[in-house]
């Protein structure tokens, strides 16, 4: 059975870091976009990053660039996103999301992704 699973969220202060993993069971991350969107209280899905796992080419949003950083490990075929300099603005749930043979110039412009996991929460608050 192909799934992701995700895990990682949780609560921490501002200023602190996370980092969120998605792990692909039953297949391999060869030529996938994958990454993350988010859901903030009262506010529709958006992207957050994307790493092409083929060419390790990504897509960071403005929102968390120089403080979220997308990486993969192929051994243990798993994509992380790496979260630091958290604010409360970032509390969210967190998704991953997937699409084969796809690019991330393409994969952060819709929602009707192959894949997606169960979410996890992140909370940042003092």
């Known amino acids: 059975q192909l799934q992701f699973v995700e895990s990682g969220g949780g609560l921490v202060q501002p200023g602190g870091s996370l980092r969120l993993s998605c792990a692909a069971s039953?297949?391999?991350?060869?030529?996938?976009?994958i990454g993350w969107f988010r859901q903030r209280p009262g506010k529709e899905r958006e992207a957050v990053s994307c790493?092409?796992?083929?060419?390790?080419?990504?897509y960071t949003a403005n929102p968390v660039k120089g403080r979220f950083t997308i990486s993969k490990d192929n051994a243990k075929n798993t994509v992380y996103l790496q979260m630091d300099s958290l604010k409360p603005e970032d509390t969210a749930v967190y998704y991953c999301?997937?699409?084969?043979?796809?690019?991330?110039?393409?994969?952060?412009?819709?929602?009707?992704?192959?894949?997606w996991g169960q979410g996890t929460q992140v909370n940042v608050s003092s």
């Open positions: 999301a997937a699409d084969s043979f796809s690019e991330c110039n393409t994969w952060y412009q819709h929602y009707d992704h192959e894949y």
């Open positions: 039953g297949f391999k991350l060869d030529y996938y976009a």
């Open positions: 790493i092409n796992t083929a060419d390790r080419s990504t």
